[in-house]
T-cell receptor, first 114, second 112 residues
């Protein structure tokens, strides 16, 4: 987890509220990926972003979820009107323009919807 | 994207060598085989990557036969701290970035 910072680490939201998850990639990395992980499950790809562009959002639910990676600042995963089923760990990874050897993952944000 | 198949879980005693085999029958010519490790409540961490034959680093060895349809991650002399989920992935590395696709991985439990 070399340098990918996610915050908050834990987030509790009531049903219907909005959740904002932040990810600061490794310095110099312009590619960010968001994954969701349910308990005892593998990581499910959600969205792939470059600076100011969404490259692949094939894993993103069509409603209530959005992501951005602005020119300045962290990448944001936004979940509107959260429901209990959104409770999960959300991980962010960053990489340089080509995979080369590895992607670096953050420690994740654990979202609990009550 | 090549799909991978690996055992759901494995148990081992401390000090033993652990070998986790992964099948990737549809691997493409330009795919690399990559393994990640995930501890509870943490993000995945890269362990090792290879294309063919054998790769070794300070953490593990990766054995890939000539047909590349499978690979084996070898962890020498495991300790309790090696208890984790291990993911086998195939990664296309020569045409820009495609998202990593994770399966359910192999849950390794190391017993004292």
């Amino acid at each position: 987890n070399a340098g990918v910072m996610q915050n908050p680490r834990h987030l509790v939201r009531r049903r219907g509220q909005e959740a904002r998850l932040r990810c600061s990639p490794v310095k110099g990395h312009s590619h960010v990926y968001w994954y969701r992980q349910l308990p005892e499950e593998g990581l499910k790809f959600m969205v792939y972003l470059q600076k100011e562009n969404i490259i692949d959002e094939s894993g993103m639910p069509k409603e209530r979820f959005s992501a951005e990676f602005p020119k300045e600042g962290p990448s944001i995963l936004r979940i509107q009107q959260v429901v209990r089923g959104d409770s999960a760990a959300y991980f962010c990874a960053s990489s340089p323009p080509k995979w080369g050897t590895e992607a670096f993952f953050g420690q994740g944000t654990r979202l609990t919807v009550v | 994207l090549a799909k991978t198949t690996q055992p759901i879980s494995m148990d081992s005693y401390e000090g033993q060598e652990v070998n986790i085999t992964c099948s990737h029958n549809n691997i493409a010519t330009n795919d690399y085989i990559t393994w990640y490790q995930q501890f509870p409540s943490q993000g995945p961490r890269f362990i090792i990557q290879g294309y063919k034959t054998k790769v070794t680093n300070e953490v593990a060895s990766l054995f890939i036969p000539a047909d590349r349809k499978s690979s084996t991650l070898s962890l020498p002399r495991v300790s309790l701290s090696d208890t984790a989920v291990y993911y086998c992935l195939v990664v296309l590395t020569d045409s820009g970035n495609t998202p990593l696709v994770f399966g359910k991985g192999t849950r390794l439990s190391v017993i004292a």
